[in-house]
């Protein structure tokens, strides 16, 4: 099993610059999970979906945050346009369809840089 | 709500000696609580949980943690501490469906 896979794994970008990161969960995992994580604010929840469809978007910062999920292999989260206090490490994870318990496997993450 | 405390920001500790790192949780109903360690550089990675049952749970790299609920508390232990074991560790509490609300992390740090 390849794990969770985000790419890329580093994007340094500027200001006003559209940044998309992208998630490949583990296949069958019913429900994906996107967090961001800096030192200030430690580990932030943003989005989760559940079988692709969006259940909770209230971490997602503002406007300039969006997130995609099209089918069960694949999601997006694009910040456009991007500013230096986006700057953070991004984790993508998921889950399996347990009913005893939702352990999160997270991918290696990507760290982002807005310049 | 849920949330999970983890009162410590660092643990030290010498190579050899028990360690402990704390946390303590607030949920409704029963709560699935989780043990993650992160690496530097690298994603969190499942420990261990508690679902129901022994209260004693045993995971990965011989760390176990012990759910009290009288003190709503998950701590977690290794009977002899590694240097390897020195990262970054989270604590999370789950309601049973959907998301799980993490701690603030500790970082441990074992000395030689």
């Known amino acids: 099993d390849a794990g969770v896979i985000q790419s890329p794994r580093h994007e340094v970008t500027e200001m006003g610059q559209e940044v998309t990161l992208r998630c490949k969960p583990i296949?069958?995992?019913?429900?994906l999970f996107w967090y961001r994580q800096t030192m200030m604010r430690g580990l932030e929840l943003l989005i989760y979906?559940?079988?692709?469809?969006?259940?909770?978007d209230s971490g997602m910062p503002e406007d300039r945050f969006s997130a995609k999920m099209p089918n069960a292999s694949f999601s997006t989260l694009k910040i456009q346009p991007s500013e230096p206090r986006d700057s953070a490490v991004y984790f993508c994870?998921?889950?399996?369809?347990?009913?005893?318990?939702?352990?999160?496997?997270f991918g290696p993450g990507t760290r982002l840089t807005v310049l | 709500a849920q949330s999970v405390a983890q009162p410590e920001d660092q643990v030290n500790v010498a190579e050899g000696n028990p360690l402990t790192v704390k946390c303590t949780y607030s949920?409704?109903?029963?709560?699935?609580l989780f043990w993650y360690v992160q690496y530097p550089n690298r994603g969190l990675q499942f420990l261990l949980k508690?679902?129901?049952?022994?209260?004693l749970v045993k995971g990965s790299y011989g760390f176990e943690a012990e759910f009290n609920k009288s003190q709503t508390s998950f701590h977690l232990k290794k009977p002899s501490a590694l240097v390897s074991d020195s990262a970054l560790y989270f604590c999370?509490?789950?309601?049973?469906?959907?998301?799980?609300?993490f701690g603030d992390g500790t970082t441990l740090t074992v000395k030689p």
């Open positions: 994870a998921s889950t399996p369809p347990d009913s005893l318990g939702h352990t999160q496997y």
């Open positions: 296949s069958g995992h019913n429900s």
């Open positions: 979906f559940n079988n692709n469809v969006p259940i909770d």
């Open positions: 949920v409704s109903g029963n709560p699935y």
């Open positions: 508690y679902i129901t049952g022994d209260n």
């Open positions: 999370a509490v789950s309601p049973g469906a959907g998301k799980s609300t």
